[in-house]
Protein backbone atom coordinates (compact mmCIF):
# COMPACT_ATOMS: atom_id res chain seq x y z
CA UNK A 1 0.00 0.00 0.00
CA UNK A 2 1.49 3.54 -1.02
CA UNK A 3 1.99 6.09 1.36
CA UNK A 4 0.06 9.64 -0.05
CA UNK A 5 2.49 12.32 -0.61
CA UNK A 6 2.61 16.23 -0.63
CA UNK A 7 4.76 17.87 -2.95
CA UNK A 8 5.98 21.06 -2.75
CA UNK A 9 7.38 21.46 -6.55
CA UNK A 10 8.78 24.82 -6.52
CA UNK A 11 10.98 26.76 -9.35
CA UNK A 12 14.07 26.58 -6.89
CA UNK A 13 13.43 23.15 -4.80
CA UNK A 14 11.16 20.50 -4.46
CA UNK A 15 9.85 18.83 -1.35
CA UNK A 16 7.99 15.75 -0.65
CA UNK A 17 6.18 14.82 2.81
CA UNK A 18 5.04 11.30 3.00
CA UNK A 19 1.88 10.79 5.17
CA UNK A 20 2.75 9.46 8.48
CA UNK A 21 6.00 10.12 8.22
CA UNK A 22 7.14 13.73 7.54
CA UNK A 23 9.63 15.74 5.11
CA UNK A 24 11.54 12.93 3.23
CA UNK A 25 12.72 14.72 0.41
CA UNK A 26 14.12 18.11 0.15
CA UNK A 27 16.32 19.10 -2.56
CA UNK A 28 16.96 21.92 -5.63
CA UNK A 29 14.54 21.31 -8.76
CA UNK A 30 17.04 20.86 -11.11
CA UNK A 31 17.77 17.56 -13.58
CA UNK A 32 20.96 17.00 -16.07
CA UNK A 33 20.60 15.37 -19.13
CA UNK A 34 22.49 13.95 -22.05
CA UNK A 35 21.53 16.23 -24.50
CA UNK A 36 22.35 13.87 -27.14
CA UNK A 37 21.08 10.79 -25.75
CA UNK A 38 18.37 12.16 -23.49
CA UNK A 39 18.65 9.92 -20.72
CA UNK A 40 18.72 11.52 -17.27
CA UNK A 41 22.73 11.73 -15.83
CA UNK A 42 21.37 13.47 -12.07
CA UNK A 43 18.95 15.16 -10.40
CA UNK A 44 18.30 17.36 -7.22
CA UNK A 45 21.58 18.20 -5.40
CA UNK A 46 24.22 16.37 -7.69
CA UNK A 47 21.97 17.99 -10.96
CA UNK A 48 22.36 21.51 -9.16
CA UNK A 49 25.84 21.04 -8.69
CA UNK A 50 26.72 20.57 -12.36
CA UNK A 51 24.89 24.11 -13.56
CA UNK A 52 27.01 25.83 -15.56
CA UNK A 53 30.09 23.55 -15.28
CA UNK A 54 28.82 20.62 -17.56
CA UNK A 55 30.86 19.23 -20.84
CA UNK A 56 28.59 20.08 -24.39
CA UNK A 57 27.16 16.84 -24.03
CA UNK A 58 25.16 17.50 -20.43
CA UNK A 59 22.50 20.02 -19.86
CA UNK A 60 21.17 20.88 -16.49
CA UNK A 61 17.94 22.07 -16.13
CA UNK A 62 15.51 24.07 -14.40
CA UNK A 63 12.13 22.65 -15.76
CA UNK A 64 9.78 25.12 -13.86
CA UNK A 65 10.17 28.89 -14.06
CA UNK A 66 7.60 31.29 -12.25
CA UNK A 67 6.17 28.06 -10.62
CA UNK A 68 4.75 26.45 -13.57
CA UNK A 69 5.74 23.70 -15.95
CA UNK A 70 8.49 25.01 -18.75
CA UNK A 71 8.81 21.51 -20.45
CA UNK A 72 6.43 19.41 -20.00
CA UNK A 73 8.88 16.10 -20.74
CA UNK A 74 11.55 17.04 -18.25
CA UNK A 75 9.02 17.32 -15.54
CA UNK A 76 7.34 14.62 -15.66
CA UNK A 77 10.94 12.71 -15.54
CA UNK A 78 11.84 14.74 -12.73
CA UNK A 79 8.54 13.94 -10.53
CA UNK A 80 8.48 10.19 -11.86
CA UNK A 81 12.38 9.67 -10.20
CA UNK A 82 11.26 11.61 -7.28
CA UNK A 83 8.57 9.44 -6.37
CA UNK A 84 11.12 6.90 -7.35
CA UNK A 85 13.26 8.10 -4.27
CA UNK A 86 10.68 8.08 -1.78
CA UNK A 87 9.23 4.42 -2.85
CA UNK A 88 6.47 4.58 -5.45
CA UNK A 89 6.34 1.64 -7.57
CA UNK A 90 4.34 0.87 -10.94
CA UNK A 91 2.21 -1.36 -7.65
CA UNK A 92 2.38 1.29 -5.10
CA UNK A 93 0.26 4.08 -6.83
CA UNK A 94 -0.48 7.09 -3.86
CA UNK A 95 -2.62 9.98 -4.02
CA UNK A 96 -0.40 13.10 -4.48
CA UNK A 97 -0.93 16.81 -3.39
CA UNK A 98 1.04 19.23 -5.15
CA UNK A 99 1.27 23.27 -4.35
CA UNK A 100 0.95 25.14 -6.75
CA UNK A 101 1.39 29.02 -7.68
CA UNK A 102 -2.04 30.80 -7.17
CA UNK A 103 -1.42 32.54 -10.36
CA UNK A 104 -0.54 29.68 -13.18
CA UNK A 105 -3.14 29.20 -15.51
CA UNK A 106 -5.77 26.24 -16.22
CA UNK A 107 -3.51 25.21 -18.90
CA UNK A 108 -0.20 24.76 -16.08
CA UNK A 109 -2.56 23.72 -13.69
CA UNK A 110 -3.44 20.57 -15.86
CA UNK A 111 0.52 20.17 -17.08
CA UNK A 112 1.23 19.94 -13.10
CA UNK A 113 -1.71 17.43 -12.71
CA UNK A 114 -0.95 15.66 -15.56
CA UNK A 115 2.94 15.16 -15.20
CA UNK A 116 1.96 13.37 -11.96
CA UNK A 117 -0.20 11.41 -12.56
CA UNK A 118 1.82 10.17 -15.66
CA UNK A 119 4.61 9.72 -12.81
CA UNK A 120 2.76 7.01 -10.95
CA UNK A 121 0.98 9.33 -8.85
CA UNK A 122 -3.16 7.55 -8.34
CA UNK A 123 -4.68 10.55 -8.11
CA UNK A 124 -3.06 14.21 -8.26
CA UNK A 125 -5.06 17.30 -6.63
CA UNK A 126 -3.68 20.59 -6.67
CA UNK A 127 -3.05 23.34 -3.63
CA UNK A 128 -2.43 27.05 -3.55
CA UNK A 129 1.21 27.65 -2.17
CA UNK A 130 -0.11 30.83 0.47
CA UNK A 131 -2.74 28.61 1.86
CA UNK A 132 -0.42 25.71 2.20
CA UNK A 133 1.80 27.94 3.81
CA UNK A 134 -0.24 29.65 6.08
CA UNK A 135 -0.99 25.95 7.53
CA UNK A 136 2.18 25.15 7.57
CA UNK A 137 3.39 28.30 9.62
CA UNK A 138 0.70 27.41 11.75
CA UNK A 139 -1.44 30.65 11.23
CA UNK A 140 -4.75 30.14 13.14
CA UNK A 141 -6.70 30.06 10.00
CA UNK A 142 -9.75 28.07 11.58
CA UNK A 143 -10.47 31.36 13.37
CA UNK A 144 -12.72 34.41 12.09
CA UNK A 145 -9.50 36.40 12.32
CA UNK A 146 -7.22 38.27 9.66
CA UNK A 147 -3.84 36.08 8.59
CA UNK A 148 -1.59 37.52 6.30
CA UNK A 149 1.18 35.09 4.85
CA UNK A 150 3.52 36.17 2.05
CA UNK A 151 5.58 33.25 0.19
CA UNK A 152 8.52 34.51 -1.88
CA UNK A 153 9.66 31.95 -3.96
CA UNK A 154 11.99 31.36 -6.28
CA UNK A 155 10.02 32.42 -9.19
CA UNK A 156 6.70 33.53 -7.29
CA UNK A 157 5.93 36.22 -5.14
CA UNK A 158 2.32 35.25 -3.16
CA UNK A 159 0.51 37.32 -0.71
CA UNK A 160 -2.67 36.03 0.98
CA UNK A 161 -5.19 37.71 3.31
CA UNK A 162 -7.23 33.85 5.04
CA UNK A 163 -10.01 33.62 7.26
CA UNK A 164 -11.63 30.72 8.31
CA UNK A 165 -9.96 28.23 6.67
CA UNK A 166 -10.59 29.94 3.08
CA UNK A 167 -8.74 33.03 1.00
CA UNK A 168 -10.09 36.36 1.60
CA UNK A 169 -7.83 38.13 -0.53
CA UNK A 170 -4.80 37.09 -2.91
CA UNK A 171 -2.00 39.08 -4.82
CA UNK A 172 0.20 37.30 -6.72
CA UNK A 173 3.42 38.67 -9.10
CA UNK A 174 5.89 36.48 -11.31
CA UNK A 175 8.88 37.75 -9.87
CA UNK A 176 10.96 35.70 -6.89
CA UNK A 177 14.23 35.22 -6.05
CA UNK A 178 15.06 34.02 -9.23
CA UNK A 179 14.79 37.26 -10.89
CA UNK A 180 17.28 38.95 -8.07
CA UNK A 181 19.97 36.59 -8.89
CA UNK A 182 19.36 37.56 -12.62
CA UNK A 183 19.21 41.54 -11.95
CA UNK A 184 22.90 40.81 -9.83
CA UNK A 185 24.16 38.84 -13.00
CA UNK A 186 23.15 41.83 -15.19
CA UNK A 187 24.50 44.70 -12.57
CA UNK A 188 28.02 42.77 -12.14
CA UNK A 189 28.03 42.39 -16.48
CA UNK A 190 26.99 46.63 -16.85
CA UNK A 191 28.78 48.23 -14.39
CA UNK A 192 31.91 45.36 -14.23
CA UNK A 193 32.17 43.96 -17.91
CA UNK A 194 32.28 40.37 -15.81
CA UNK A 195 30.53 37.45 -16.60
CA UNK A 196 29.17 35.72 -14.02
CA UNK A 197 27.03 32.25 -13.62
CA UNK A 198 23.53 32.12 -11.62
CA UNK A 199 24.93 30.11 -8.61
CA UNK A 200 28.15 32.69 -7.84
CA UNK A 201 24.71 35.24 -8.67
CA UNK A 202 23.17 33.41 -5.96
CA UNK A 203 26.00 33.36 -3.62
CA UNK A 204 26.59 37.08 -3.74
CA UNK A 205 23.07 37.79 -2.83
CA UNK A 206 23.27 35.40 0.27
CA UNK A 207 26.08 36.72 1.11
CA UNK A 208 25.78 40.76 0.74
CA UNK A 209 22.26 41.04 -0.78
CA UNK A 210 19.96 43.05 1.19
CA UNK A 211 16.23 44.84 0.51
CA UNK A 212 16.84 47.49 3.42
CA UNK A 213 20.21 48.45 4.67
CA UNK A 214 21.63 46.30 7.51
CA UNK A 215 23.72 46.76 10.36
CA UNK A 216 26.07 43.88 9.40
CA UNK A 217 27.28 45.07 5.98
CA UNK A 218 30.41 44.00 4.37
CA UNK A 219 31.77 43.76 0.68
CA UNK A 220 32.10 41.08 -0.82
CA UNK A 221 35.06 39.80 -3.85
CA UNK A 222 33.61 37.69 -6.87
CA UNK A 223 35.22 36.00 -9.19
CA UNK A 224 34.24 35.87 -13.48
CA UNK A 225 35.43 36.01 -16.60
CA UNK A 226 36.27 39.70 -18.36
CA UNK A 227 34.28 40.21 -20.96
CA UNK A 228 36.77 41.92 -22.82
CA UNK A 229 40.03 40.08 -22.11
CA UNK A 230 37.81 36.56 -21.46
CA UNK A 231 40.39 36.01 -18.75
CA UNK A 232 39.05 35.35 -15.07
CA UNK A 233 38.91 38.80 -13.28
CA UNK A 234 38.02 39.83 -9.58
CA UNK A 235 35.92 42.51 -8.64
CA UNK A 236 34.84 44.03 -4.93
CA UNK A 237 30.92 44.49 -4.90
CA UNK A 238 29.17 46.62 -2.13
CA UNK A 239 26.19 45.97 -0.06
CA UNK A 240 24.90 49.85 -1.70
CA UNK A 241 25.00 48.81 -4.96
CA UNK A 242 23.63 45.56 -5.07
CA UNK A 243 20.23 46.99 -3.54
CA UNK A 244 20.48 49.62 -6.24
CA UNK A 245 20.87 46.55 -8.40
CA UNK A 246 18.15 44.15 -7.16
CA UNK A 247 15.71 47.45 -6.04
CA UNK A 248 13.33 47.29 -9.15
CA UNK A 249 12.94 43.01 -8.05
CA UNK A 250 12.18 44.25 -4.86
CA UNK A 251 10.10 46.49 -4.77
CA UNK A 252 7.43 45.21 -6.96
CA UNK A 253 7.33 42.16 -4.38
CA UNK A 254 6.88 44.94 -1.76
CA UNK A 255 4.00 46.67 -4.58
CA UNK A 256 2.39 43.45 -4.45
CA UNK A 257 2.02 43.23 -0.39
CA UNK A 258 0.43 46.29 -0.40
CA UNK A 259 -2.16 45.37 -2.90
CA UNK A 260 -2.96 42.83 -0.89
CA UNK A 261 -3.56 44.63 2.02
CA UNK A 262 -5.98 47.26 0.31
CA UNK A 263 -7.75 44.30 -1.10
CA UNK A 264 -8.78 43.12 2.34
CA UNK A 265 -11.80 44.06 4.06
CA UNK A 266 -11.60 46.07 6.66
CA UNK A 267 -12.22 44.21 9.51
CA UNK A 268 -9.49 41.73 8.71
CA UNK A 269 -7.28 45.19 8.19
CA UNK A 270 -7.69 45.84 11.91
CA UNK A 271 -6.32 42.31 12.73
CA UNK A 272 -2.99 42.55 10.60
CA UNK A 273 -1.70 45.63 12.76
CA UNK A 274 -2.11 43.23 16.10
CA UNK A 275 -0.83 39.82 15.13
CA UNK A 276 1.03 41.12 12.19
CA UNK A 277 2.10 39.88 8.43
CA UNK A 278 4.13 36.27 8.30
CA UNK A 279 6.70 35.98 5.90
CA UNK A 280 7.67 32.32 4.23
CA UNK A 281 9.84 30.76 1.28
CA UNK A 282 13.81 31.21 0.79
CA UNK A 283 13.46 34.48 -0.85
CA UNK A 284 12.33 35.94 2.59
CA UNK A 285 15.22 35.28 4.21
CA UNK A 286 16.49 37.99 1.88
CA UNK A 287 18.55 40.36 4.53
CA UNK A 288 16.42 43.85 5.45
CA UNK A 289 13.10 42.57 3.40
CA UNK A 290 11.28 42.16 6.67
CA UNK A 291 12.23 45.15 8.12
CA UNK A 292 11.43 47.09 3.98
CA UNK A 293 7.81 45.67 4.17
CA UNK A 294 7.04 46.38 7.79
CA UNK A 295 8.22 50.16 6.89
CA UNK A 296 6.19 50.64 3.98
CA UNK A 297 2.74 48.72 4.69
CA UNK A 298 3.74 50.04 8.59
CA UNK A 299 2.56 46.86 9.72
CA UNK A 300 4.28 44.71 11.92
CA UNK A 301 6.13 41.34 9.95
CA UNK A 302 7.33 38.21 11.58
CA UNK A 303 9.31 35.75 10.10
CA UNK A 304 8.07 31.92 10.01
CA UNK A 305 9.65 29.49 12.25
CA UNK A 306 9.99 27.02 9.23
CA UNK A 307 10.30 29.35 6.26
CA UNK A 308 11.60 27.07 3.87
CA UNK A 309 9.19 23.96 4.83
CA UNK A 310 6.37 26.05 5.69
CA UNK A 311 4.31 24.99 2.20
CA UNK A 312 5.54 21.34 2.35
CA UNK A 313 4.26 21.05 5.99
CA UNK A 314 1.03 22.84 5.08
CA UNK A 315 0.08 20.63 2.80
CA UNK A 316 1.44 17.26 4.29
CA UNK A 317 -1.74 18.17 6.68
CA UNK A 318 -4.49 18.49 4.00
CA UNK A 319 -2.91 14.77 2.97
CA UNK A 320 -2.71 13.77 6.49
CA UNK A 321 -6.63 14.67 6.61
CA UNK A 322 -7.26 14.40 2.76
CA UNK A 323 -11.40 13.54 3.23
CA UNK A 324 -12.10 16.37 5.46
CA UNK A 325 -9.61 19.28 3.38
CA UNK A 326 -10.36 17.86 0.02
CA UNK A 327 -12.60 21.42 -0.07
CA UNK A 328 -9.54 23.14 -0.27
CA UNK A 329 -7.72 21.27 -3.74
CA UNK A 330 -7.80 24.18 -6.36
CA UNK A 331 -11.29 23.32 -8.63
CA UNK A 332 -12.91 22.04 -5.72
CA UNK A 333 -16.21 23.42 -4.61
CA UNK A 334 -16.37 24.68 -1.43
CA UNK B 1 -28.41 -24.20 11.32
CA UNK B 2 -24.69 -23.34 11.36
CA UNK B 3 -25.32 -21.84 7.57
CA UNK B 4 -28.78 -19.76 9.00
CA UNK B 5 -26.22 -18.38 11.54
CA UNK B 6 -23.92 -17.68 8.80
CA UNK B 7 -26.33 -16.13 6.28
CA UNK B 8 -27.70 -13.96 9.42
CA UNK B 9 -24.23 -12.84 10.32
CA UNK B 10 -23.81 -12.00 6.47
CA UNK B 11 -27.00 -9.97 6.58
CA UNK B 12 -26.01 -7.78 9.85
CA UNK B 13 -22.63 -7.22 8.31
CA UNK B 14 -24.03 -5.85 5.04
CA UNK B 15 -26.90 -4.15 6.66
CA UNK B 16 -24.30 -2.29 8.98
CA UNK B 17 -22.30 -0.93 6.70
CA UNK B 18 -25.19 0.65 4.39
CA UNK B 19 -26.28 2.21 7.47
CA UNK B 20 -22.36 3.35 8.39
CA UNK B 21 -21.99 4.33 4.71
CA UNK B 22 -25.66 6.08 4.69
CA UNK B 23 -24.64 8.49 7.70
CA UNK B 24 -21.30 9.34 6.17
CA UNK B 25 -22.96 10.22 2.74
CA UNK B 26 -25.60 12.70 5.36
CA UNK B 27 -23.02 13.86 7.10
CA UNK B 28 -21.33 15.00 3.91
CA UNK B 29 -24.45 16.72 2.09
CA UNK B 30 -24.78 18.24 5.25
CA UNK B 31 -23.13 21.52 4.71
CA UNK B 32 -22.78 22.59 8.69
CA UNK B 33 -21.37 19.69 9.27
CA UNK B 34 -18.64 19.78 6.17
CA UNK B 35 -17.57 23.34 7.22
CA UNK B 36 -17.29 22.37 10.67
CA UNK B 37 -15.23 19.43 9.73
CA UNK B 38 -13.53 21.32 7.52
CA UNK B 39 -12.47 24.18 10.34
CA UNK B 40 -11.98 21.24 12.99
CA UNK B 41 -9.41 19.25 10.56
CA UNK B 42 -7.69 23.08 10.22
CA UNK B 43 -7.20 23.57 14.22
CA UNK B 44 -4.08 24.00 15.48
CA UNK B 45 -4.85 20.88 17.54
CA UNK B 46 -5.22 18.23 14.70
CA UNK B 47 -2.04 20.75 13.31
CA UNK B 48 0.28 19.40 16.32
CA UNK B 49 1.10 15.90 14.87
CA UNK B 50 1.82 17.00 11.53
CA UNK B 51 4.40 20.07 13.01
CA UNK B 52 5.84 17.87 15.81
CA UNK B 53 6.76 14.93 13.12
CA UNK B 54 8.40 16.83 10.88
CA UNK B 55 10.12 18.70 14.09
CA UNK B 56 11.64 15.65 15.07
CA UNK B 57 12.17 14.46 11.56
CA UNK B 58 14.67 17.61 11.65
CA UNK B 59 16.22 17.67 14.92
CA UNK B 60 16.83 13.66 14.40
CA UNK B 61 18.47 14.96 10.57
CA UNK B 62 20.43 18.11 12.64
CA UNK B 63 21.70 15.64 14.97
CA UNK B 64 23.36 13.28 11.74
CA UNK B 65 24.21 15.92 9.48
CA UNK B 66 25.41 18.97 10.51
CA UNK B 67 24.73 20.84 7.41
CA UNK B 68 21.70 22.90 7.00
CA UNK B 69 19.90 23.78 3.36
CA UNK B 70 19.10 27.19 3.36
CA UNK B 71 18.10 27.50 -0.37
CA UNK B 72 15.45 29.63 -1.88
CA UNK B 73 12.08 27.36 -2.13
Known sequence: MARDLAIDLGTANTLVYMKGRGIVLNEPSVIALNRQTGEVLATGLAAWQMIGRTPGYIVAVRPLRGGAITDFEITERMIRLLLQRVGVSRFTRPKVVICVPSAITEVERRAVTDAARRAGAADANLIEQPMAAAIGADLPIDEPVGNMVIDIGGGTSETAVISLGGIVALEAVRVGSFDIDNAIQNHVRREHGIAIGERTAEEIKKKIGSADPTPDEAQAEVRGRDMMTGLPKTVLLTPEEIRVAIEDVVSSIVASVVRCLAKAPPELSQDFLVRGMYLVGGGGLLRGLKQRIARETQVPVKMSTVPLEAVVLGAGHVIEHYDKLRGMFMGARR | ?73
Do not use: C, K, W
Open chain 2, 1 to 73: MTTALIIGAAVLIVLAGVLLAMRRRRANLDPVAAFQRHIDALSPQARRPTVNRVQELDEGRRGADPRTDDDGA
